[in-house]
């Protein structure tokens, strides 16, 4: 059963639109969640990284919440560009650390002119 | 270069060769890890390096698959008579040190198809 959970699985939207992408996870205990932004042919790269005792945290244009009670995040693209075309993916980390990170598959996210 | 770099970028195959693929962490990042990416996956843990500590072999999928970090920096992870399941995205990501506290620093990946 994985343990991070995101939705849509994809979405479509256009250029200048804001949108949201959600991520539930069941890791317990936790330790922090990240968003990472992976373009088509790369590796991700991390856009926010949040603890326990955090309920937003913003990069540019995108922002990150966490409700560590109900166990949701999300993330909040403003005004969409092109260049935000790309896979979303939401990590959770364990408070028990064996080191391993848990991983969502991701938000396809497309933006069209 | 200041990142993690993976080489090669793409490789292609025959069902049943062996493959090596190589991944330079930053340097001064003691964690290393390798995840496989398969189509419309999440990334799946393979091996965790942590300086000179036993590796965390437990994410390998089979004995085919084995990896080893020389000097506690370069890492090539060999997969031996290859299947067309093996296909994917080979990702290594190196980290300044507990990856519960720490940013992962991911490689462009290799991609890897097997004919």
């Known amino acids: 059963k994985n343990q991070v959970e995101q939705s849509p699985q994809s979405l479509i939207i256009l250029e200048g639109k804001n949108c949201t992408l959600q991520?539930?996870?069941?890791?317990?205990?936790?330790?922090?969640l990240r968003w990472y932004k992976q373009d088509t042919g790369r590796g991700p790269v991390s856009l926010t990284i949040m603890t326990f005792s955090e309920n937003t945290k913003s990069n540019g244009r995108y922002t990150a919440t966490l409700d560590a009670d109900t166990k949701q995040s999300s993330l909040h693209i403003t005004a969409s560009q092109l260049s935000d075309s790309a896979s979303y993916i939401c990590?959770?980390?364990?408070?028990?650390?064996?080191?391993?990170?848990?991983f969502g598959k991701g938000n396809q996210v497309v933006v069209i002119p | 270069g200041a990142g993690v770099s993976q080489s090669p970028s793409n490789k292609v195959t025959e069902k049943g060769k062996d493959v090596e693929l190589r991944c330079d962490p930053i340097?001064?990042?003691?964690?290393l890890y390798w995840y496989r990416q398969s189509l419309g996956q999440g990334l799946e843990f393979l091996i965790y390096f942590q300086g000179n500590s036993a590796p965390d072999k437990s994410g390998l999928p089979s004995d085919r698959f084995s990896a080893e970090r020389t000097g506690g920096s370069v890492s090539t992870l060999t997969i031996q008579r290859t299947q067309q399941e093996d296909s994917a995205v080979y990702l290594c990501?190196?980290?300044?040190?507990?990856?519960?506290?720490?940013?992962?620093?991911f490689g462009a990946g290799t991609r890897l198809s097997v004919l």
């Open positions: 991520c539930n996870y069941t890791v317990s205990p936790f330790s922090n």
């Open positions: 990501a190196s980290c300044s040190g507990a990856v519960d506290k720490n940013i992962q620093y």
């Open positions: 340097s001064g990042h003691t964690a």
């Open positions: 990590v959770v980390s364990g408070i028990y650390g064996n080191n391993r990170l848990a």
